[in-house]
Structures are given as C-alpha cells and as structure tokens.
C-alpha cells in the first residue's frame, strides 16, 4: 500500500486546513486509517483515527472538537479537517494504514506511512 499525504501549508492561529491522504495498491477498506503528527525534536504523536468503514473514529484530546477525520471509500482516500489551529498544532503530519484497531494510538499498529506534510500555524 502507497499513501500520498498532501493539504499542509501556512495558516494562522484561527484557520482551517483540509489534509488528504489518498491511498494505492491494497484494498483500502481492510485498513482503519489514523493521522499522526511529529514536531520537531519530538516524537511522532497519534491525532486521529477511523475505522475501515469510517463508523468509528477516535482523536487525542487535544484535538476533539476541532479536528475531523473522515474517509471515503470508493476514492480510497482518508481526511483530516482541522479547524480552529493553533500554533501547537504546528507539525508534520503524517497518514498511516493498519489492520490493529484496538493499538490505534501506537505507532507500531501500522503498516504503511505516507510521506507526511507539513502544516504551520502563526500566531
């Protein structure tokens, strides 16, 4: 499986972004899909979650309310909306595939990484 990460950019404090993570070769559905992040120095941190489906989702704390993950199927492609970013928002995320569900947040449930993309905050 291949994921390709795009959407980041430069926003400020208040702004919204819309990440995409569009996937190839598996069968997309078989994989719960979850973003993570990774500032720099600092380790790469579970964001969010979705089933294969997309029925169930799960986020860290620190995001609920203003992120949104999503997914569709037929486009084998994952989102992240995020609304409502702070500068503590500001990382390079990163799509992840996996087969896990119960080991959502660890970085060790996953198969595959995209390549990441860069989102920035200003303040």
């Known amino acids: 499986v291949q994921l390709q990460a795009s959407g980041g950019g430069l926003v400020q404090t208040g702004g919204s972004l819309r990440l995409s993570c569009a996937a190839s070769?598996?069968?997309?559905?078989?994989?719960?899909m979850a973003w993570f992040r990774q500032s720099p120095g600092k380790e790469r941190l579970f964001v969010a979650a979705?089933?294969?489906?997309?029925?169930?989702?799960d986020y860290t704390d620190s995001v609920k309310g203003r992120f949104t993950i999503s997914r569709d199927n037929a486009k084998n492609t994952v989102y992240l909306q995020m609304n409502g970013l702070k500068p503590d928002d500001t990382a390079v995320y990163y799509c992840?595939?996996?087969?896990?569900?119960?080991?959502?947040?660890?970085?060790?449930?996953?198969?595959?990484w995209g390549q990441g993309t860069q989102v920035t905050v200003s303040s």
């Open positions: 070769g598996g069968t997309f559905s078989m994989y719960f």
């Open positions: 992840a595939a996996g087969r896990s569900w119960a080991l959502r947040a660890m970085r060790s449930a996953y198969d595959y």
């Open positions: 979705a089933s294969g489906s997309g029925s169930n989702t």
